[in-house]
Structure formats: C-alpha cells, structure tokens
Nanobody, 123 residues
Framework: QVQLVESGGGLVQAGNSLRLSCAAS???????????MGWFRQAPGKEREFVAV?????IYADSVKGRFTISRDNAKNTVYLQMNSLKPEDTALYYCAASRTSLATRAHNYDYWGQGTQVTVSS
C-alpha cells in the first residue's frame, strides 16, 4: 500500500504564493526515486488537469509555466509545488500522484493518488 499525503493548501490573495508538499510512504514505496511524481488539480465542474511532473526532468502545464516550480527531496520522500503569482483561476483541489511511467502527464498513467489539498485564490 502506498500513501500520499498533501499539505500546504489554503486561502490566499491573488499575486501571493503557496508551497504544497506531498509526503509519500508505504511498504511498496521503498524505492521512491523510481517513481515519477506529479501534481494535478481539479476545479469545481471541471476535469482533473495536469499541472507539473518531476522525474529525470520536469514538465509544466502552459498555464503555470514560469509561476510554479516542482521539486523533490528524495531523502524525505517528499515532492513540493512552489506556486508564485497565484491567480483566481488557480483555485482548485490539488492532488499529488505517483507513476511508474517516466514523466507522465496524463492522469490514467498514475498509480497512486493523494486525497488533495484545497487552494483558493481570491481576487
């Protein structure tokens, strides 16, 4: 069993920053470095969308490129999403996910998901 637990969400004003964290654990997650780690988000009434992924490289959605930065600390089994210059359209439930597919950007390629952390950006 693999557990992914997100934290760091909250309510912020537009232009401000937040840093999300995702801690991974579990008996079958012994080799954390083998997994591509991604962030997705889902706004009310919309489909879940890709935000960023980190593996041997990083990929970002066009909507967050230049504002968001994904990173990982393998020693802590943790992946981060630094979100700067937040906009109201960034409001969503943010999910962390783990995949065995290198640099996966599609949700169906992910094997494990967290419960999500809410990010709300006010104008």
């Amino acid at each position: 069993q693999v557990q992914l637990v997100e934290s760091g969400g909250g309510l912020v004003q537009a232009g401000n920053s937040l840093r999300l964290s995702c801690a991974a654990s579990g008996r079958t997650f012994s080799s954390y470095t083998m997994y591509t780690m991604g962030w997705f988000r889902q706004a009310p009434g919309k489909e879940r969308e890709f935000v960023a992924v980190i593996g041997w490289s990083t990929i970002y959605a066009d909507s967050v490129k230049g504002r968001f930065t994904i990173s990982r600390d393998n020693a802590k089994n943790t992946v981060y999403l630094q979100m700067n210059s937040l906009k109201p359209e960034d409001t969503a439930l943010y999910y962390c996910a783990a995949s065995r597919t290198s640099l996966a950007t599609r949700a169906h390629n992910y094997d494990y998901w967290g419960q999500g952390t809410q990010v709300t950006v006010s104008s």
